[in-house]
């Protein structure tokens, strides 16, 4: 199965499967030095973790993260690390009434289609479970990050038609929230709405915000590595995400240009800009003002109201799904977000360093 790997530098590939008996991820490129342990890593699996709130699936999960390799006495070797999670609630008895028919919004057809077969276990690789390995692997890039200055930080900043108020951004709420939104006041008439929806055998989607402060402007490259580009398909490829904005988005295209164009100014003797509704990102490269991206997601398509389906012989049925399903995806998606983010950026300042020739002369001269 190709589309396993992910990176040019800064190199990832996750493996495993929903109901398998671990998942896990493989980092090649990650420098020596940096300090780590499986707590930095567990605070951001944690975050994605199933059974944390009501709003999320009931399977049990510890997701508690080893390292096999790429770190000695507490600091990372510059060889590849190697991070498993093992897999300790599966209940895969829940799907063997699908196995012979295709659940609607999911992957089943199209996997069956490619493949020929498929496991139909929770999804197998189509599974949200698969981005263990991302998160694990991009909380090490955001450690990384940090040490440059770099923070990234992904938030919900919708569900159905329940918006976070902005002006009362409150970070640490995010963290506290059910929700993850970063208003705790969005939270609760959001978590209504979820109710609501819940009562009706129904699920919910919404919009994930991810913002990335201190990155230099002269990030990513002008034609196929645009640092927006790079960053749109490592978002999208995450599952259930169905749009990506960076910046102003879709409403750039209602305006005038001299509405959208973003002033530029000094500020102590740097070049700034007076409005970013580019994002911090001009011609795929960063302009050093906070980049900004927007994820829109559907709602889970694991409901518990019967479906219109057909079997795998083509024959037109009727389906009940039953296993243990979030009413919404954003939540637990949101530190996927972040990461994805973050091992984007990592990638590109990296590949960066071989930009200009007089970096890599000062680098190495003596």
Same mark, same amino acid.
């Given at each position: 199965?190709?589309?396993?790997?992910?990176?040019?530098?800064?190199?990832?590939?996750?493996?495993?499967?929903?109901?398998?008996?671990?998942?896990?991820?493989?980092?090649?490129?990650?420098?020596?030095?940096?300090?780590?342990?499986?707590?930095?890593?567990?605070?951001?699996?944690?975050?994605?973790?199933?059974?944390?709130?009501?709003?999320?699936?009931?399977?049990? $999960? /510890? !997701?508690?993260?080893?390292?096999?390799?790429?770190?000695?006495?507490?600091?990372? +070797?510059?060889? =590849?690390?190697?991070?498993?999670?093992?897999?300790?609630?599966?209940?895969?008895?829940?799907?063997?009434?699908?196995?012979?028919?295709?659940?609607?919004?999911?992957?089943?057809?199209?996997?069956?289609?490619k493949y020929g077969f498929r496991d139909y276990r929770g999804g197998g690789r189509s599974s949200g479970r698969e981005t263990i390995g991302r998160v694990a692997a991009g909380a090490i890039a955001c450690k990384i990050l940090e040490q440059m200055g770099i923070f990234v930080c992904a938030y919900t900043r919708s569900i159905g038609p329940? $918006? /976070? !108020?902005?002006?009362?951004?409150?970070?640490?709420?995010?963290?506290?929230?059910? +929700?993850?939104? =970063?208003?705790?006041?969005?939270?609760?008439?959001?978590?209504?709405?979820?109710?609501?929806?819940?009562?009706?055998?129904?699920?919910?989607?919404?919009?994930?915000?991810?913002?990335?402060?201190?990155?230099?402007?002269?990030?990513?490259?002008?034609?196929?590595?645009?640092?927006?580009?790079?960053?749109?398909?490592?978002?999208?490829?995450?599952?259930?995400?169905?749009?990506?904005?960076?910046?102003?988005?879709?409403?750039?295209?209602?305006?005038?240009?001299?509405?959208?164009?973003?002033?530029?100014?000094?500020?102590?003797?740097?070049?700034?800009?007076?409005?970013?509704?580019?994002?911090?990102?001009?011609?795929?490269?960063?302009?050093?003002?906070?980049?900004?991206?927007?994820?829109?997601?559907?709602?889970?398509?694991?409901?518990?109201?019967?479906?219109?389906?057909?079997?795998?012989?083509?024959?037109?049925?009727?389906?009940?799904?039953?296993?243990?399903?979030?009413?919404?995806?954003?939540?637990?998606?949101?530190?996927?977000?972040?990461?994805?983010?973050?091992?984007?950026i990592l990638d590109a300042l990296l590949v960066n360093m071989t930009a200009r020739l007089d970096s890599i002369v000062s680098f190495y001269r003596k």
């Amino acid at each position: 199965m190709a589309g396993s790997t992910y990176g040019t530098i800064f190199k990832i590939t996750t493996w495993g499967e929903s109901h398998g008996k671990a998942i896990g991820v493989v980092i090649d490129g990650c420098p020596a030095g940096l300090p780590l342990n499986e707590a930095v890593i567990q605070r951001y699996l944690d975050r994605r973790r199933p059974g944390a709130s009501s709003i999320t699936t009931q399977r049990r $999960e /510890a !997701d508690a993260v080893e390292i096999l390799s790429g770190v000695f006495d507490g600091r990372t +070797t510059g060889t =590849p690390i190697s991070l498993l999670v093992r897999n300790t609630s599966q209940i895969s008895k829940d799907y063997s009434e699908i196995a012979s028919c295709y659940r609607p919004g999911h992957a089943d057809y199209t996997f069956d289609a490619k493949y020929g077969f498929r496991d139909y276990r929770g999804g197998g690789r189509s599974s949200g479970r698969e981005t263990i390995g991302r998160v694990a692997a991009g909380a090490i890039a955001c450690k990384i990050l940090e040490q440059m200055g770099i923070f990234v930080c992904a938030y919900t900043r919708s569900i159905g038609p329940v $918006e /976070a !108020d902005m002006s009362r951004f409150d970070r640490q709420a995010i963290l506290e929230t059910p +929700t993850a939104m =970063p208003d705790p006041q969005a939270d609760q008439a959001a978590l209504k709405h979820l109710e609501t929806a819940r009562q009706k055998q129904d699920s919910v989607g919404g919009c994930m915000e991810c913002i990335a402060e201190g990155l230099p402007a002269g990030i990513g490259d002008p034609v196929f590595e645009k640092l927006d580009a790079n960053l749109a398909k490592a978002i999208m490829s995450i599952g259930a995400v169905k749009a990506v904005e960076i910046g102003d988005g879709c409403q750039t295209a209602l305006r005038y240009g001299s509405e959208n164009n973003d002033a530029f100014r000094t500020e102590n003797g740097s070049v700034t800009k007076t409005t970013n509704h580019a994002g911090g990102i001009l011609g795929g490269i960063s302009d050093g003002s906070t980049v900004i991206i927007r994820a829109y997601v559907k709602p889970t398509p694991s409901i518990f109201r019967t479906q219109q389906t057909v079997s795998q012989s083509g024959e037109e049925i009727q389906i009940n799904i039953k296993g243990r399903h979030d009413p919404i995806i954003v939540p637990r998606a949101v530190v996927v977000m972040e990461c994805m983010t973050a091992l984007t950026i990592l990638d590109a300042l990296l590949v960066n360093m071989t930009a200009r020739l007089d970096s890599i002369v000062s680098f190495y001269r003596k």
